[in-house]
């Protein structure tokens, strides 16, 4: 997988792009990065979190903190495996409770985490006005 620090050559839409955007700004003020890579073909993002400065990242993520480093969330992000899995208890509570951390976030800037693996990320669809919404703008 390529990671990409930047805004991803799979982050076309302006409501995708700003999600990210918004994540990263988040992740920064917490000592972390985000690092993206497109899973385009699945319409999806592959999401790496790096820990770029330990003290403020341990307000919020456990584990071994050295700069530079991602975060340990019990396998490499971009490996699908049984320990990838959203459903694996196979993993220490560190772990655990770092990729609930992530899935929170990314749950706040409206992506949803696909059961395959902790890494693995689509962005939510633009909401679609309901029917009775529709027909009364017609009229």
């Known amino acids: 997988?390529?990671?990409d620090t930047g805004t991803g050559s799979c982050v076309v839409g302006e409501r995708l792009r700003t999600a990210v955007a918004?994540?990263?700004?988040v992740l920064r003020a917490q000592g972390l990065a985000l690092k993206?890579?497109?899973q385009a073909g699945q319409g999806a993002l592959g999401v790496r979190v790096d820990v770029v400065d330990g003290?403020?990242?341990?307000?919020v993520v456990r584990?071994?903190?050295?700069?530079?480093?991602?975060?340990?969330?019990?396998?490499?992000?971009?490996v699908i495996g049984a320990k990838a899995g959203n459903d694996s208890e196979d993993v220490s509570?560190?772990?655990?409770?770092?990729?609930?951390w992530?899935?929170?976030?990314?749950?706040?800037?409206?992506?949803?985490?696909?059961p395959n693996a902790w890494?693995?990320?689509a962005h939510q669809a633009a909401t679609q006005p309901a029917v009775a919404e529709v027909e009364l703008a017609e009229r």
């Open 1 to 3: 997988m390529v990671w």
């Open 22 to 25: 918004s994540v990263r700004t």
């Open 36 to 38: 993206t890579s497109c």
């Open 55 to 59: 003290l403020l990242a341990s307000a």
């Open 63 to 78: 584990g071994p903190l050295a700069e530079g480093e991602p975060v340990d969330m019990g396998t490499p992000a971009g």
């Open 93 to 100: 509570p560190d772990v655990q409770h770092n990729r609930q």
């Open 102 to 114: 992530l899935r929170a976030l990314m749950a706040r800037h409206q992506f949803d985490n696909l």
């Open 119 to 121: 890494w693995h990320f």
